[in-house]
């Protein structure tokens, strides 16, 4: 639905009475906007108590009954600008507990969007290596990220020599004892990148090519709630 808050303010007394008094109005609206709703259903001074019966909004968020229509104008003023993945990224956050309905009339929208870190995702492959792609694109180049050779992908690198011939190349120079009990020892192709990586120094075109996103994009998942089209990491 569109980026607003639609509430159906009804009248309390004809309610415990058995009748259902309501209109429903779009926020934000004016004190005065707010009087001729209000009058139209029969609020005023000898008949002043009304509640919300119903709501719709854009937002994962529960309106109680006697919620402030005011902080609701609020809400409503800050989201109405709000792009399609900013409201996704809000929402990410309200279902996953990172904020509620009480951080929101606290802090505000506003203040709670400029703290977020949101990334846009392909959505076409895994979702950590989607993550980590494009976080690596949208907020943080890959040579800086720290400690990069634990996210090496040895057994992509092992399997690389072994299908490319550098391997066979290597085990030449061994007796055939010697190579077999060396097969023996790196069965895998995990184990053979291993080996070589430690013998021979990974420069940085070695560790971006051979850079596990799946992994990194784990270790990101800690921090970064992951959608369907977003992720986003609240500070």
């Known amino acids: 639905m569109k980026n607003e808050i639609r509430i159906a303010i009804t009248n309390l007394s004809m309610y415990n009475k058995g009748t259902l008094v309501y209109t429903w109005v779009k926020l934000p609206i004016s004190d005065k906007d707010l009087g001729i709703v209000l009058d139209a259903i029969s609020i005023n001074e000898t008949n002043e108590e009304y509640f919300i019966s119903d709501y719709e909004t854009c937002l994962n968020i529960e309106i109680s009954e006697y919620e402030s229509i005011s902080q609701l104008n609020i809400i409503a003023n800050e989201i109405k600008n709000l792009s399609e993945y900013e ?3 809000l929402n990410l956050l309200l279902n996953d507990g990172g904020i509620d309905m009480d951080d929101i009339i606290k802090f505000g929208i506003d203040n709670i969007m400029g703290n977020c870190s949101i990334i846009e995702l392909d959505g076409d492959t ?3 290596e989607d993550l980590a792609y494009n976080y690596i694109e949208q907020i943080c180049d890959m040579e800086n990220i720290e400690n990069i050779d634990d996210y090496f992908d040895y057994e992509k690198y092992g399997r690389d020599l072994r299908l490319g011939g550098d391997l066979g190349m290597y ?18 192709d995990e184990k053979i990148g291993e080996y070589f990586a430690d013998i021979n120094e990974i420069d940085e075109n070695m560790a971006e090519r051979y850079f596990n996103y799946e992994e990194f994009g784990r270790y990101l998942s800690h921090d970064f709630t992951i959608g369907d089209n977003i992720a986003i990491y609240y500070c």
Do not use: H
């Not at 030449?172 to 895998?188: G, S």
């Open 87 to 89: 409201i996704e990224a």
């Open 126 to 128: 895994d979702k950590y």
């Open 171 to 188: 085990l030449e120079d061994y007796a055939e004892n010697e190579a077999e009990e060396f097969m023996q020892e790196n069965d895998t």
